[in-house]
């Protein structure tokens, strides 16, 4: 495992942590330090390191693109269906209510919007995740693109975890497990998308929203929604005012979504109604499929209709929030979701 070439690139960075001069990677740069890595050259201490380095110094909306582009030249992406949604999560998962983008994304489907989750289990010491809520519910969380191809014509809803597909995110990961670092391999999981498509991004809280649509409008996505949703997901809150920005055609613009506007008047997010969280999430997932009145259905109404909005922004939220409201209400979200199963 050479590291010769990774430790100029280092080198350039490391101000961050010695207290010299803080210098930015080129998307150039990055993208060649990022596709050493993936190639299994450098060492741990080299890796990690660079996590380190990087959470320091903050990241840059040219390292994340020139990291992504390097990581998704080795991946072979599913072929989308119009209008389809990319979902992309991390690893960081929710600690302290269950995640509802299972839900949220079966009623999209259900409404007659395409959507495909990109998820992975958790790190080590993380919350639950959407991907290992479709592994308890519905079946393997695979990094097949034809598999997904496959859901996604039959039931209009899939789910994978791209990095199973390429053997050098296992290193980095590993890495980020033990250090307890959540850096760049996280978030850059979240780029893990097929060129163009039009994608829903969570992002934690923060003065992040500008550099990550500057970030994806640079990888060619014309339609996308970046979310500082609930504990740093693509969840709504149903209690408080979430902050996201939309990118429409090189146009970015500011989102505010109240659930008051919706008459949601809910005093607390959805509640883990067990003491293991991922049944806890499985339970809150089926109370939302159920439309049963609570928190629950509301957030997953919520998250469809930014689903629904992303993939027709002409429409306005509130028909789109309408339409997410009947695809739970009559019973066809369940019923799509009891169909990814059968």
């Given at each position: 495992?050479?590291s010769?070439?990774?430790?100029?690139?280092?080198?350039?960075?490391?101000?961050?942590?010695?207290?010299?001069?803080?210098?930015?990677l080129?998307?150039?740069?990055?993208?060649?330090?990022?596709?050493?890595?993936?190639?299994?050259?450098?060492?741990?201490?080299?890796?990690?390191?660079?996590?380190a380095?990087?959470r320091?110094?903050?990241?840059?909306?040219?390292?994340?693109v020139?990291?992504?582009?390097?990581?998704?030249?080795?991946?072979?992406?599913p072929?989308?269906?119009?209008?389809?949604?990319?979902?992309?999560?991390?690893?960081?998962?929710?600690?302290?209510?269950?995640?509802?983008?299972?839900?949220?994304?079966?009623?999209?489907?259900?409404?007659?919007?395409?959507?495909?989750?990109?998820s992975?289990?958790?790190?080590?010491?993380?919350?639950?995740?959407?991907?290992?809520?479709?592994?308890?519910?519905?079946?393997?969380?695979?990094?097949?693109?034809?598999?997904?191809?496959?859901?996604?014509?039959?039931?209009?809803?899939?789910?994978?975890?791209?990095?199973?597909?390429?053997?050098?995110?296992?290193?980095?990961?590993?890495?980020?497990?033990?250090?307890?670092?959540?850096?760049?391999?996280?978030?850059?999981?979240?780029?893990l998308?097929?060129?163009?498509?039009?994608?829903?991004?969570?992002?934690?809280?923060?003065?992040?929203?500008?550099?990550?649509?500057?970030a994806?409008?640079?990888?060619?996505?014309?339609?996308?929604?970046?979310?500082?949703?609930?504990?740093?997901?693509?969840?709504?809150?149903?209690?408080?005012?979430?902050?996201?920005?939309?990118?429409?055609?090189?146009?970015?613009?500011?989102?505010?979504i109240?659930?008051?506007?919706?008459?949601?008047?809910?005093?607390?997010?959805?509640?883990?109604?067990?003491?293991?969280?991922?049944?806890?999430?499985?339970?809150?997932?089926?109370?939302?499929?159920?439309?049963?009145?609570?928190?629950?259905?509301?957030?997953?109404?919520?998250?469809?209709?930014?689903?629904?909005?992303?993939?027709?922004?002409?429409?306005?939220?509130?028909?789109?929030?309408?339409?997410?409201?009947?695809?739970?209400?009559?019973?066809?979200?369940?019923?799509?979701?009891?169909?990814?199963?059968?």
């Amino acid at each position: 495992m050479s590291s010769d070439g990774i430790r100029p690139l280092l080198r350039r960075i490391s101000g961050a942590v010695s207290g010299g001069r803080v210098y930015n990677l080129s998307e150039e740069a990055a993208h060649k330090l990022f596709s050493m890595l993936l190639a299994g050259e450098g060492t741990d201490a080299q890796i990690a390191m660079f996590l380190a380095t990087m959470r320091v110094k903050g990241t840059t909306a040219e390292e994340l693109v020139g990291a992504a582009r390097a990581a998704r030249a080795r991946l072979q992406f599913p072929s989308l269906p119009p209008r389809c949604v990319v979902v992309a999560t991390s690893r960081h998962g929710k600690r302290h209510s269950p995640p509802m983008v299972l839900a949220s994304a079966a009623a999209a489907a259900a409404a007659g919007i395409p959507v495909l989750l990109q998820s992975a289990p958790s790190l080590i010491g993380g919350g639950v995740t959407p991907g290992e809520v479709w592994q308890r519910m519905v079946g393997p969380l695979l990094g097949d693109a034809q598999h997904s191809e496959k859901l996604l014509a039959e039931h209009g809803l899939a789910c994978w975890q791209p990095t199973l597909a390429d053997s050098g995110w296992q290193r980095l990961q590993r890495i980020e497990d033990e250090t307890g670092i959540r850096g760049v391999p996280d978030v850059v999981t979240k780029l893990l998308i097929p060129d163009g498509c039009e994608v829903l991004a969570a992002a934690l809280p923060g003065p992040v929203l500008g550099m990550a649509g500057d970030a994806l409008e640079s990888l060619g996505h014309r339609h996308a929604l970046v979310v500082q949703g609930v504990e740093g997901s693509a969840d709504l809150s149903v209690v408080e005012t979430t902050r996201g920005l939309r990118l429409i055609d090189g146009v970015k613009a500011p989102v505010r979504i109240h659930p008051a506007d919706y008459a949601l008047f809910e005093d607390s997010e959805p509640r883990a109604q067990h003491e293991d969280p991922l049944e806890a999430a499985s339970i809150a997932t089926f109370q939302a499929l159920l439309a049963s009145p609570g928190p629950e259905s509301c957030a997953a109404s919520l998250g469809a209709a930014l689903m629904i909005s992303l993939a027709e922004p002409d429409v306005e939220f509130a028909s789109c929030f309408g339409r997410a409201v009947d695809a739970l209400e009559s019973g066809s979200a369940m019923r799509l979701f009891k169909s990814l199963s059968a």
